[in-house]
């Protein structure tokens, strides 16, 4: 079992910064891509930022230019958000997908509260 942890949400106003981070117990270099989602009450969980294995990048068209996702290192992945709104509220979590078999498996965090005040 593979547990992740993501720390650093809190409270900011608009036009602020945050950087999250998720640690994870199993090292990165057998996974198939690692990600952040976020949940804002009421919506479904979406997808926000993903690495893939290769170091390839993607983000949701409403982050980008203001979010970035790195690897700090062989189990640590971070978000640094900048220029945050409003509309970024949610819980964000972290997820890391571990090869398993031939396929991959999701392991979530438990979410960390990004609230940003106008």
């Known amino acids: 079992q593979v547990q992740v942890v993501e720390s650093g949400g809190g409270s900011v106003q608009a036009g602020g910064s945050l950087k999250l981070s998720c640690v994870a117990s199993?090292?990165?270099?057998?996974?198939?891509?690692m990600g952040w989602y976020r949940q804002a009450p009421g919506e479904e969980r979406e997808l926000v930022s993903r690495m893939g294995s290769g170091g390839t990048t993607t983000y949701t068209d409403s982050v980008k230019g203001r979010f970035t996702i790195s690897q700090a290192n062989a189990n640590t992945l971070y978000l640094q958000m900048n220029s945050l709104k409003t509309e970024d509220t949610a819980v964000y979590y972290c997820a890391v997908e571990y090869r398993s078999g031939g396929a991959c498996v999701t392991y979530w965090g438990q979410g960390t509260q990004v609230t940003v005040s106008s």
């Open positions: 199993r090292n990165f270099f057998s996974t198939c891509g």
